[in-house]
């Protein structure tokens, strides 16, 4: 079993930044990855970022390639968010999975969630 709990979400105005924490606790095996997706109201859920315990590499989705970076801490992965956007707007969550790098951005690939943490960016 595994526990996620996001954290660092609120209100930016646009062109400024945000850092999202993950803590992720509990027993786990195999090639585990920790994702982050988004969902807007009425969309749906969107790869953001993630990265692998076992690979040095990590993995954007097109919208936000270049503004965002994703990162581990220790028991935590951040997201690094800079120039944000009103279209940024959406709840966070943090997805892990042990089956390794295969379907990295479908959310239906990963087994445990966070509750999500809501960013909302003002025009």
């Known amino acids: 079993q595994v526990q996620l709990v996001e954290s660092g979400g609120g209100l930016v105005q646009a062109g400024g930044s945000l850092k999202l924490s993950c803590a992720h606790s509990?027993?786990?095996?195999?090639?585990?990855?920790l994702g982050w997706f988004r969902q807007a109201p009425g969309a749906e859920r969107e790869f953001v970022a993630a990265?692998?315990?076992?690979?040095?590499n990590t993995y954007y989705g097109d919208s936000v390639k270049g503004r965002f970076s994703i990162a581990r801490d220790g028991a935590k992965v951040n997201l690094y968010m800079g120039n944000l956007q009103p279209e940024d707007t959406a709840v966070y969550y943090c997805?892990?999975?042990?089956?390794?790098?295969?379907?990295?951005?479908?959310?239906?690939?990963?087994?445990?969630w966070g509750q999500g943490t809501q960013v909302v960016v003002s025009a």
């Open positions: 990265l692998s315990w076992n690979d040095p």
């Open positions: 509990g027993r786990t095996f195999g090639a585990q990855v």
């Open positions: 997805a892990f999975k042990s089956s390794g790098l295969v379907s990295l951005r479908s959310p239906e690939a990963y087994t445990y």
